[in-house]
């Protein structure tokens, strides 16, 4: 009985001891499921920026052992990412790699939670959170230099500094046509070393500006100043300096240009009204100063010169009339002092009018076919000048008396004052030449060019007395004066002058002062024949200072005569070489005749002012045509 009760009474009581005990007692068994989680808790939770991609977590271990610790991370507004992290229970520190491109475009902040786990029990979750630091952009970088060139090929060479940062992932070139322009990716360079670029993409037709950008690994980019390159400055224009005219051709001429970036030349005709181009010729090579363009005869026209460089710059000279009329120079006086030379196109709207002054010009004449002119000069031998009046130069020497040109009249033989014959130069700037040297009064006169231009034929007074009297006769001998041969057998006080051959080189006129103008077979014979008029009347041929009066037409038929009668009247006379008769009066009152062509004779009509022109077909009419009025004029030859 009473051991019963005394049970009774001890079960109860044990009950309630442990009751109160399990009351009172901290369960810190993390496997336990009745454990005090907070006992085991990580604690001191430490978030530090190790360095750029790295965040660290630091904590201290609480509790009896456990398995380990676990990481859940959340990014801004994002979930949570669970056990992104699970360690063992002896690990107090974690590592959490950035993504650093992702971080820029998302600079949130970043939440950690630590809890550490026994089996399936959990501690609770100590929390904090970390806004990491954005790394800051690359540095800015320069463009060095910008150059191009077309040697040996079109290149544009761009340097840029060396980028020094070490997250580096691309140099950007981008390009705009101007500072405010919208940019353009020229190119990108993913190498750090390579610090330049050259390319044949570009144009220099507009301003050119270029950056450089650098980017680095996380995709930020930093761009550099601007660095410009002007517009290519045009090209600086050819002067187009003359256009003359030859066998249905313009024939331009300009300046070489200064550049050496020219690509090529192109002539256009314009519409003078509007300058507008009418025509233009195919590209003409950079290395070319002359061109020649197809024209028709008796027109007018006006041109440009564009100068194109390689880079597509174009520059245009002056408009330029051109004509294919013929031209005439002409003076406005004939005195001992000469006058101003004026150069006129014939043309009936273009005006080409040039007038060289001051320069005391008498008796002008167009030499080689037309491109040039020769005049005597009270200055000097004469001057020489392009065709429209440009390159006037000046022949300094003995003053002429009587003067005649080779074949290409790019020579010329004259008398000097002294009575010797010299021999000059028309295109090229050597001096006057003395080719004989006269003793005892035995002057020469007449000289001109025979056997192609190898010899010259003369006349030549000889054995010359006190009291004037002598023979003239006529030779020929070598340029250099030597090798003289006589060809006519004057005797006594017979007078040959004035001898003048053939185109053929077959026959020689001259005028023998005692009986009338001949005409002699050469070589075969020594003595000529008196050539007489339809009526049987012989003719002086005149002897003028400077302009001969015995002149072959260019095909050798024909020749044109002056004669003076009486000390007063001037007549020209036609020789025909095969005619009969072979001397005919062409035209009274009449001197200064030259060929235009082999048909048409312009001369000096006594009666008037002017010159007039005359074909051989109207020897009977007494109707010229009136050319200019001026007192002197020459028709330059049709070209």
């Known amino acids: 009985m009473v051991k019963k009760l005394i049970l009774s009474i001890f079960i109860p009581l044990m009950v309630f001891i442990f009751s109160c005990e399990d009351a009172k007692r901290d369960w810190d068994n993390p496997y336990d499921p009745r454990s005090n989680r907070s006992l085991w808790t990580p604690d001191s939770l430490k978030i530090v920026q190790k360095s750029e991609n790295e965040i660290q977590l630091s904590w201290l271990r609480r509790g009896r052992d456990f398995d380990g610790f676990i990481i859940d991370k959340k990014i801004g507004p994002g979930d949570w990412l669970d056990s992104v992290a699970v360690l063992w229970d002896s690990t107090f520190s974690w590592i959490d790699t950035l993504d650093l491109k992702d971080l820029v475009l998302n600079p949130y902040l970043y939440k950690y939670r630590i809890y550490a786990y026994a089996d399936t029990n959990t501690s609770l979750k100590k929390i904090d959170q970390f806004q990491p630091t954005i790394p800051g952009p690359p540095r800015s970088l320069s463009i060095s230099n910008i150059t191009y060139t077309h040697i040996p090929k079109k290149t544009l060479s761009i340097s840029w500094q060396q980028s020094l940062d070490l997250d580096f992932h691309s140099y950007n070139i981008h390009h705009a046509f101007s500072e405010n322009g919208t940019r353009s990716l020229f190119s990108s360079i993913y190498d750090v070393e390579t610090t330049s670029l050259d390319t044949n993409q570009f144009t220099v037709n507009n301003e050119n500006w270029f950056w450089v950008e650098i980017v680095d690994t996380t995709g930020q980019k ?48 314009v519409n003078i009204n509007d300058t ?92 080689q076919g037309g491109k040039k002119i020769f005049s005597f000069t009270i200055n000097g031998v004469g001057l ?150 339809d009526g049987g009347d012989p003719i002086f041929p005149h002897a003028t200072p400077y302009f001969r009066n015995i002149r072959w037409s260019p095909n050798g038929e024909y020749a044109i005569i002056t004669e003076k009668k009486f000390n007063s009247t001037y007549n020209l006379y036609l020789y025909k070489k095969e005619g009969n008769p072979k001397l005919r009066l062409f035209q009274s009152g009449a001197r200064y005749a030259q060929w235009n062509g082999n048909e048409e004779i312009i001369f000096k009509y006594e009666s008037s002012s002017g010159f007039y022109r005359k074909t051989i077909d109207s020897i009977f009419s007494d109707d010229p045509i009136l050319l200019y009025d001026s007192p002197w004029v020459q028709l330059q030859p049709r070209q």
Do not use: C
Request: charged share 25%; hydrophobic share 35%; no cysteine.
């Open 384 to 533: 020489v000048t392009d065709q429209d009046g440009s390159n006037l130069r000046t022949i300094n020497g003995i003053k002429p008396q009587d003067i005649s040109f080779n074949r290409s009249q790019s020579q010329a033989l004259f008398i000097g004052s002294d009575d010797d014959i010299y021999l000059i130069y028309l295109n090229e700037d050597k001096s006057v030449q003395r080719i004989t040297q006269n003793q005892n009064n035995e002057w020469y006169s007449d000289p001109e060019f025979i056997d192609g231009d190898s010899k010259i034929l003369f006349s030549q007074r000889k054995h010359l007395s006190n009291n004037n009297i002598g023979t003239i006769n006529i030779y020929y001998m070598d340029l250099d004066g030597k090798n003289v041969v006589q060809v006519s057998d004057a005797v006594d006080e017979e007078k040959f002058v004035m001898p003048r051959l053939s185109p053929a080189g077959d026959q020689i006129i001259y005028l023998n002062k005692q009986k009338g103008m001949y005409e002699l077979d050469f070589p075969l014979e020594k003595r000529g024949s008196l050539v007489q008029t």
């Open 222 to 269: 930093t761009l550099g100043n601007a660095f410009s390159i002007p517009r290519d400055p045009p090209p600086t224009p050819s002067s187009l300096d003359s256009i003359h005219y030859n066998n249905q051709k313009f024939i331009f001429k300009w300046s070489k240009p200064i550049e050496n970036d020219i690509d090529y030349f192109k002539v256009h005709q």
């Open 276 to 367: 507008s181009i009418v025509t233009s010729s195919a590209p003409i090579e950079s290395n070319k100063t002359e061109f020649e363009f197809d024209t028709e005869v008796d027109f007018e026209g006006y041109y440009l010169l564009s100068t194109i460089d390689v880079w597509g710059n174009e520059a245009l000279s002056q408009i330029r009339g051109a004509s294919s009329f013929q031209k005439i120079v002409k003076l406005d006086t004939v005195t001992e002092n000469g006058d101003d030379i004026i150069i006129m196109n014939l043309g009936p709207t273009l005006p080409l009018t040039r007038t060289l002054a001051g320069v005391k010009a008498s008796f002008p004449v167009w030499v």
